[in-house]
């Protein structure tokens, strides 16, 4: 499984990418793995706030429907229209075409709080 | 419990899942790869946790005639026809497939989770002469299914399959193994489900796999392939709490025999019951899940009992019990989800209607 050491990351298996005051929040490749093909994909509006740990979006695989985590607080500032029609985006490349959204933080400090690579690694199953 | 295949499904890291007290691979690369596989070349299926019962005896016929539904005196030698088995209340103890071996010998192939309850019932009702066998520990069946499912098992066995018909079957050696081959399946594709001795079965799996043209399917992309061709599944569509009027519509019922449950049969015909299974169309790829509930104008009119995005259509379809009023195709209805309410409609079945399980020839 692919954990990019730049990102950071929550116990959920989201991944967070900061640049410049802005987070673009992704699922992990372990969570794409886990829930296989994703057929549909419900993501926040534009504008919404969002608080760390409530539902923001929704992921449904074939099987089963999955909930989606905010990281920290904030403000929806843009979401990956592209998933509407291309899910799949999310399991060929969960780190970059298949971001989900892109959230401002109210806090930057909040960023501290989440995982880096070998802590969320180490959540992961062995093999 | 595990198939003779486990191992198998293990060395090609399939995912596994508990189904019926077995573990079953529910996927290999991917439920949707599997899926589109099968409707344009071919995948393989391990159906061994299936049951498979030999009856034979001189009233073997009039006994099956009055355990199932479907018409049995009027199968030939090499057919075989679907029905369901009764409670005396009407209620689905299974649905199965019958196959007409000879004159007095036939062979039931019943679903994993029914099988203990299937023989009990079964026996119960046989005359002193028919003799009952369970077969299902020593019969192994892998569904072989997709349109060039004839022209790779000719290539891998060397052989030319016989002209089988749909719902046909016949006994022929594979690689020295006496196999049972049917044009059957639950994909709705053209395919095969084959039946032969569980000591032959990982190198029958290894011979139908090795040159890569058939590839493994599991469980994961049979249901998804069988809902589009509107196949109903046992403890989904089909229960001990649901008659075949409302799954079936009267189909695989033949009324102008005696059998088990037929005066509930006649009833719910003559006076018209309260919800028929349907199929409904959504408007996205956002799913209906099973317990949904189907809604009318602010009414619970029915409840989802499969729901999935369909890979080949590209939106999400159910099948569903709905209030008798509102089955029409074109009935526009909305299905509620635990956080969402999903506009629906009310469509003919097959959901996939391009499938090649009926065509005369691939």
Known sequence: MSVPNELRYTKTHEWVRVEEREAAVGITDFAQSQLSDITYVELPGIGDKVTAGNEVAVLESVKAASDIYAPINGTITAINKELEDHPELINSNPYREGWLFIIEPENEKDLDQLLDADEYSKLLPED | MKTVLYNKHIEVNARMVPFASWEMPIQYEGIIKEHAQTRTRCSIFDTCHMGEFDIQGPAAETDLETLLTLSVSTLQNGQCRYGFLLNKEGGILDDLMCYRRGPDHFFLVVNAGTLEKDAAWIREHLSSSTTFTDLSSHTAKLDVQGPISRKEIETIFRIQLPELNYFRFTDLNLAEVPCTISRTGYTGEWGYELYFPTNDAERIWDLLTVNGSIKPAGLGA????????????????????????????????????????????????????????????????????????????????????????????????????????LIDPGQKLDIETQKTRLAAEVVELPFYKKGTARKKSV
Request: glycine share 10%; net charge positive.
């Open chain 2, 222 to 325: 049979r249901d998804t392939l069988r809902l589009e061709a509107g196949y109903a599944l046992y403890g989904s569509e089909l229960s001990e709490n649901r008659t075949p009027v409302a799954a079936s519509r009267g189909l695989f019922i033949d009324m102008k025999k005696e059998f088990i449950g037929k005066e509930i049969m006649a009833k719910d015909l003559r006076e018209g019951i309260d919800q028929f299974l349907v199929g409904l169309q959504l408007e996205t790829r956002r799913s209906a899940r099973v317990g949904s509930k189907v809604m009318h104008q602010k009414q619970v009119v029915g409840e989802v009992t499969s729901g999935s995005f369909s890979p080949t259509l590209g939106f999400a379809i159910a099948l569903a019990y709905v209030r008798s009023d």
